[in-house]
């Protein structure tokens, strides 16, 4: 998703420290605020509906246009009989030789891919980014599938890398900070904006039989919906990704609420029809900022004590930035609205 990575502060603290740091200390920004300097005042042609800001989350604003008819929609939404609720928290997660013997018996992988997946998962639960369901998630999810020809002999190597139209799969390590704050339960409904290489949604297909997943790019969608098809014997569970072309801006009304959403792509605003699709009590993960910079926020939808719909958010990183993709719309344009950083 990414051409990013994630930049250091100016002092030089790593993310490593400042994740550590981060943990439990919550900003908490509740309606009626934005992030100074993050976020703009303007939210691409929709008024009146910008985050932080009396939000009305009953209906979309005038301003969005309802979504496409359905039925020209081109998506993969397949009858699943596949639950992974047997299988989670099955998987040796204590150790390195019961986690390989495990996953060569159910998934007939080879020894040099799950030994790599396995250091650099020790890595990131060493650094807090991996924790709970999102662990196992990311043991049992074959990074080499995702990434293209070129890397094939490196897929654990800890970056983001081309997949082609100018997308990119993200990070590991920030994949994995996602996830973890995405909290995912089986049975929990998730939205995810932005497929790309397919890999953030197998990785979530471990977690919940729920995914729901949304790519602009129409080739790149058609690349990652054959792949999930040739893989799905091997691992059943991306049975259960459902996948369309669109433009998820406006998320996936027909599904809708979801529990969860997480968004791939950098916008300086949250998408009114997503934060209108998450569940009281969902949380949202997004990079916000603007196009060089963003946080990545969790968002959480509450209802306060006087029965008000509130976002509050959280910068996961603590101030340390990263960098994705634009979130774009048909046309190719960014959704954002900050001008380009002049020099
Ligand atoms: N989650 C992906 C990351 C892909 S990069 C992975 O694991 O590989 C971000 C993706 O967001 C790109 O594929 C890009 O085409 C897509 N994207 C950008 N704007 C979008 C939009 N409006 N709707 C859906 N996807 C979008």
Known sequence: MTEHKKQKTENGISVKTLTIFA?????????????????????????????????????????????????????????????????????????????????????????????????????????????????????????EHFVR????????????????????????????????????KPGMKVLEIGTGSGYQSAMLSNMSDEVYTIEIIEPLFHETDELYNELENQYPAYSNIRRKKGDGFYGWEKYAPFDRIIVTCAIDHLPPPLLDQLSVDGIMVVPLGPPWRQLVMEVRKIKNENGRIVMKRRDVYNGVGVKFIPFRDESGESYSTTPPKQH
Request: charged share 20%; hydrophobic share 35%.
């Open 149 to 184: 020809e070129e890397n094939r002999n490196r897929p654990y190597a800890d970056t983001w890398m081309a997949i082609g139209w100018g997308a990119t799969i993200t990070d590991p390590d920030v994949v994995s900070m996602m996830t973890t704050t995405l909290a995912v």
């Open 23 to 143: 943990a439990g200390l919550v900003i908490g920004l509740i309606a009626g605020s934005f992030i100074p300097g993050l976020l703009p005042g303007t939210s691409h042609g929709v008024s009146g509906l910008q985050p932080g800001r009396d939000l009305q989350t009953s209906g979309p604003d005038k301003a969005v246009p309802a979504e496409k008819n359905d039925s020209a929609e081109l998506s993969t939404v397949k009858e699943s009989n596949y639950s992974i609720a047997d299988i989670v928290g099955t998987l040796p997660t204590e150790n390195k030789d019961e986690y390989i013997s495990w996953m060569r018996e159910h998934t007939q992988e080879q020894v040099q891919h799950l030994q790599a997946r396995w250091d650099l998962a020790s890595k990131f639960i060493d650094s807090k980014e991996l924790r709970g369901l999102a662990i196992e998630a990311f043991l049992k999810t074959p990074r």
